[in-house]
């Protein structure tokens, strides 16, 4: 079993910062990826920002420049710095962890969300 934990969220003015934190435990294999994706009221869920395990990381284009996702691989930790906020970053947070069996077939597991609300 896979538990995935994120910390972090609130209510901050635009223009302000946020650090969001995500930490998977219990049986994890490999980890081949860890990231975060978001869902606005009445939207689709879509991705933030993604660390794959290479070492490459991959931004939607509407935070490029002011966010930052960073990883403690010790840890099993991701983290999401949220600069220059805007009230159409408002939205529950997601952490997705992706991890790698023996035999390769890879599990996605999700966070239970946390809110991130930009007051304008």
């Known amino acids: 079993q896979v538990q995935v934990v994120e910390s972090g969220g609130g209510l901050v003015q635009a223009g302000g910062s946020l650090r969001l934190s995500c930490t998977a435990s219990?049986?994890?294999?490999?980890?081949?990826?860890m990231g975060w994706h978001r869902q606005a009221p009445g939207e689709q869920r879509e991705l933030v920002a993604v660390?794959?395990?290479?070492?490459?990381?991959i931004y939607a284009d509407s935070v490029k420049g002011r966010f930052a996702i960073s990883r403690d691989n010790a840890k099993n930790t991701v983290y999401l710095d949220m600069n220059s906020l805007k009230p159409e970053d408002t939205a529950v947070y997601y952490c997705?962890?992706?991890?790698?069996?023996?035999?390769?077939?890879?599990?996605?597991?999700w966070g239970q969300g946390t809110q991130v609300t930009v007051s304008s």
């Open positions: 660390s794959i395990s290479a070492g490459r990381t």
């Open positions: 997705n962890v992706r991890i790698r069996d023996s035999s390769l077939v890879e599990y996605n597991y």
């Open positions: 219990g049986t994890i294999g490999r980890v081949s990826a």
